[in-house]
């Protein structure tokens, strides 16, 4: 028993004085009980304080001064560390030639406009294709437990064929003015959305950058809401399309990965004429926008994520031990224990039976997409299927996979439409094979945190979660980080009300509105 506090056992009295003492030397707690000096607190900490000065006085002037010593050298130690981590560090940013055969001597490094189009032909062909669909029966009562249901799937195609206007949608694609020019080999597309000109308010340029199976049509929903007014900040933003996706040109050599594509996104930056900007990204977007932050520190204002990973060390595992029991001692809430654990099967055995696509793609991206390639409807529900369980996953206990409670079909064919005229299938999968050809742990990017100001929007149904206490192992200047009360993985095409509220008071904090 503790002869200072009566506490049972000795790693108890270890673990009380250990949290409780410094906050009593440091004044701390005062806020807390403005009676601190009546309590028996106190006057644990007032005892512990008299031994050690008790013990300091009966040694000699060597040893105090060898003492003195190693105390000095082991904060200077200290202090060289945090100092260390702190240190903004960044990455190469290489070069690459992504191109059809040799690399020219110079490139064209106009912009220039760009229209989507579509046609009768490319409309009839694909209603032809859809006419000629094989389906398969489904198990009785599998709902979306084994992929996008076919009785369902009958259902949204039909509409496809007979009520979706793909021209009408082609407007919609147009109301904002796309573009394209040639970086590293490759037309880059992008839309470039200016704010309407109002006295008085600061435009911040934005990048927002899309992941897979989706496109720059995901952040139709916000743009409004960015490009407009939202107590004197205003966004100028740009949605480029990841090369090998959508509208801009597919590499035509291996090794193209996230790298390379973080690379071209910052040159289109500094082509568009701006040296400072904010990003903010989601799947693959996540990871670009990560990667431009580390190879130019100096141009990003701020990066904004809702989706990132960091689940490596020892402070993770010891969470994993301790935090379904005692949680506040590493640094985890009771949302993050909420949304954790139990551990294996939220993110073991829930990972595994929502990423199958994931190993075929980045080992056989061409053999996965081989048939979504020629069947419009094989594409749609192996695209589909993703909206619906990755917006949340008990969708599939659903008949109708819960498609429509966050989506319209008009928007869902639309992105799956987007896929199939631009024939960005197959060369959107190979993404996966480039970034996973080597173990991701071992890349220069994974060994270099990341010391922009960030902010973290935590939606409770992403695919993983990561707590805040996980995320400051890369990410060094996290200003703010929040629970998101409800969406998924598509954030900005679920959420975006909610999405753009928390990028707005992250940016606010870091401009110091």
């Known amino acids: 028993m503790c002869s200072i506090c009566s506490s049972p056992t000795p ?9 409780t003492f410094p906050h009593y030397l440091k004044g701390k707690l005062k806020r807390r009980q403005p009676r601190l000096e009546k309590t028996h607190l106190w006057n644990c900490a007032m005892e512990r304080l008299q031994v050690l000065k008790g013990t300091f006085c009966s040694l000699d ?38 191109g059809a055969g040799e690399k020219p001597l110079s490139e064209d490094d106009q912009i220039y406009p760009f229209k989507v189009q579509t046609s009768d032909e490319e409309i009839e062909d694909l209603h032809e294709r859809i006419d000629r669909t094989r389906y398969a029966d489904p198990l009785e009562d599998s709902c979306f437990q084994y992929g996008f249901n076919s009785t369902h799937l009958k259902k ?8 979706f206007d793909w021209k009408k949608q082609v407007e919609v694609l147009n109301k904002y003015p796309h573009f394209k020019t040639k970086i590293e080999g490759l037309d880059v597309h992008f839309i470039h959305v200016r704010p ?47 090369p090998g996706y959508a509208f801009s040109e597919a590499s035509h050599k291996q090794g193209f990965n996230s790298l390379a594509a973080a690379r071209i996104f910052l040159t289109l930056m500094e082509r568009l004429g701006f040296s400072q900007f904010y990003l903010q990204g989601g799947d693959w977007g996540s990871l670009i926008t990560t990667n431009m932050s580390q ?21 993770v595992m010891l969470s994993l031990i301790i935090g379904p029991y005692l949680p506040f001692l590493v640094g985890l809430s009771r949302e993050d224990v909420r949304r954790l654990f139990p551990f294996f099967e939220k993110n073991v055995w829930e990972i595994l039976k929502e990423t199958g696509y994931l190993h075929i793609q980045a080992t056989k991206p061409d053999t996965a997409g081989c048939g979504a390639n020629d069947s419009p409807v094989g594409l749609a529900a192996y695209i589909l299927e993703k909206f619906s369980t990755w917006t949340d996953n008990r969708n599939r206990d659903l008949e109708d996979g819960g498609l429509e409670r966050k989506f319209s079909l008009d928007d869902l064919l639309t992105n799956v439409m987007i896929y199939w005229t631009t024939g960005s299938i197959v060369s959107s999968m190979r993404f996966y094979k480039e970034n996973f050809k080597g173990n991701p742990d071992n890349r220069v990017d994974a060994k270099t945190g990341i010391f922009v100001p960030t902010g973290l929007a935590a939606f409770p149904n992403e695919l993983l979660h990561c707590p805040k206490s996980w995320a400051q192992i890369r990410y060094r200047n996290i200003q ?12 900005a095409f679920e959420e975006p009300q909610l999405l753009a509220n928390d990028f707005v008071q992250f940016v606010k904090k870091v401009e110091k509105f």
């Open 61 to 98: 002037a060597f040893q105090k001064q060898l003492l003195i010593g190693s105390a000095v050298a082991a904060g200077g130690i200290l202090a060289y560390m945090v100092q260390k981590r702190r240190q903004v560090k960044s990455i190469p940013l290489g070069e690459g030639w992504w």
């Open 11 to 19: 790693v108890v009295a270890y673990h009380y004085h250990l949290n």
């Open 480 to 491: 703010s980080y929040n629970y998101m009360p409800r969406g998924g993985h598509f954030a």
């Open 156 to 163: 949204v195609v039909s509409y496809w064929r007979h009520t």
């Open 295 to 315: 190879m130019k520190p100096q141009c990003v204002k701020g990066l904004h994520l809702n989706m990132y990973m960091s689940n490596k060390g020892f402070k």
């Open 196 to 242: 309407p000109h109002r006295d008085n308010q600061k435009v911040l340029p934005l990048m927002l950058v899309h992941g897979w199976p989706g496109s720059f049509y995901e952040f139709y929903r916000i743009l409004p809401l960015l490009t407009e007014n939202q107590d004197g900040v205003v966004f100028e933003v740009i949605c480029p399309s990841i």
